[in-house]
Nanobody
Framework: QVKLVESGGGSVQAGGSLRLSCAAS????????MGWFRQAQGKDREGVAS????????LYADSVKGRFTISRDNAKSTVYLRMNGLKPEDTAMYYC????????????????WGQGTQVTVSS
């Protein structure tokens, strides 16, 4: 498994931006699909975005298309989630994950998870 550590969460007002980072055990995320997920209080974990090992292919949940951008820097073993136009409904704990199950937003396809970083958006 890959050890993942998220950072960059915080509290912002609606319309604001944040960039989340996910640092992987050195060199350990290069061959894996990476994904960002979120879980709001009392709700199931949902996929937000995923990216292929080389970074050429991405997938987004409909709720974040056009506002969020996933990217990766394999030289730094880091995956990013740029979040613009944040809405109160984006409030959740955000997790990054690594897996070999392909470009998917299904949590069960990922086998390594970070501890999460909280994002709170106020109206």
């Amino acid at each position: 498994q890959v050890k993942l550590v998220e950072s960059g969460g915080g509290s912002v007002q609606a319309g604001g931006s944040l960039r989340l980072s996910c640092a992987a055990s050195r060199g350990r995320n290069v061959l894996k699909h990476m994904g960002w997920f979120r879980q709001a209080q009392g709700k199931d974990r949902e996929g937000v975005a995923s990216i292929s090992p080389g970074g050429s292919f991405t997938l987004y949940a409909d709720s974040v298309k056009g506002r969020f951008t996933i990217s990766r820097d394999n030289a730094k073993s880091t995956v990013y989630l740029r979040m613009n136009g944040l809405k109160p409904e984006d409030t959740a704990m955000y997790y990054c994950a690594a897996g070999a199950g392909g470009r998917t937003l299904v949590p069960a396809s990922y086998n390594s998870w970070g501890q999460g970083t909280q994002v709170t958006v106020s109206s």
